[in-house]
């Protein structure tokens, strides 16, 4: 039983470019969310997909946007990339929006470095 | 205002004793969910443990336990037996329900402690 993938698994861009990650959740989850964790600080929350729609959002600006597709695996873009934007991008899934009670399952990430 | 405060950016513990990692959290909602996570070197985030905070006992699994104080408004976590393999980044992570969408899914992360287990 497959859990949840992330490609790639490393990445290198420069200022002002534009980057897609990829993420295909663990067999049976339906939700699919996106968090940034930099060097040094916990996970932060940038957005949830379910049904193919952005449910939730963190405090990240547009720059940041996503997509779920049918099959559940869903894409995570970030525009006009900043060195800021250098982080450990992580994609997590679960079964059910509302269950209150189950545990979103990680990827391995994706480390993104801009230059 | 900070949610989860983990105050502890480090632990040493030998090797076969228990350590206790703490996290106090901050909310007004009533029905929330607490997790702790393990990640290791490697990156990856390795759930542990859950806590619902109407569950009434403290939740166990294997080696971890969660010493659930609501009043408090802290859930510490306790590994027992420490093993080399435990010395990892632990984050202390709670789910509210967001009364925009209705779902419960968005986790909100303290800053993690670094548990260094020696032999």
């Known amino acids: 039983d497959a859990g949840v993938t992330q490609s790639p698994t490393h990445l290198i861009k420069t200022r002002g470019q534009q980057v897609t990650l990829r993420c295909s959740p663990k067999s049976g989850h339906d939700t699919v969310s996106w968090y940034q964790q930099a060097l040094g600080q916990g996970p932060q929350f940038i957005f949830q997909y379910y049904e193919e729609e952005e449910r939730q959002r963190g405090n990240f600006p547009d720059r940041f946007s996503g997509h779920q597709f049918p099959n559940y695996s869903s894409e995570l873009n970030v525009n006009a990339l900043l060195l800021g934007d250098s982080a450990l991008y992580l994609c997590?899934?679960?079964?059910?929006?509302?269950?209150?009670?189950?545990?979103?399952?990680f990827g391995d990430g994706t480390r993104l470095s801009i230059l | 205002a900070q949610k989860i405060t983990q105050t502890q950016p480090g632990m040493f513990v030998q090797e076969k004793e228990a350590v206790t990692l703490d996290c106090t959290y901050d909310?007004?909602?009533?029905?929330?969910?607490l997790f702790w996570y393990k990640q290791p070197s490697s990156g990856e985030m390795i759930f542990l443990i859950y806590q619902g905070s109407y569950d009434e006992q403290n939740a166990t699994e294997g080696r971890y336990s969660l010493n659930f104080q609501k009043a408090r408004k802290s859930a510490n976590l306790v590994i027992s037996a420490s093993q080399l393999g435990d010395s990892a980044m632990y984050f202390c992570a709670m789910r509210e329900l967001d009364v925009i969408s209705g779902g419960y899914n968005k986790l909100i992360f303290g800053a993690g402690t670094r548990l260094a287990v020696h032999p």
């Open positions: 909310t007004s909602d009533q029905s929330y969910g």
């Open positions: 997590a899934s679960s079964g059910g929006q509302g269950a209150r009670g189950q545990p979103q399952h």
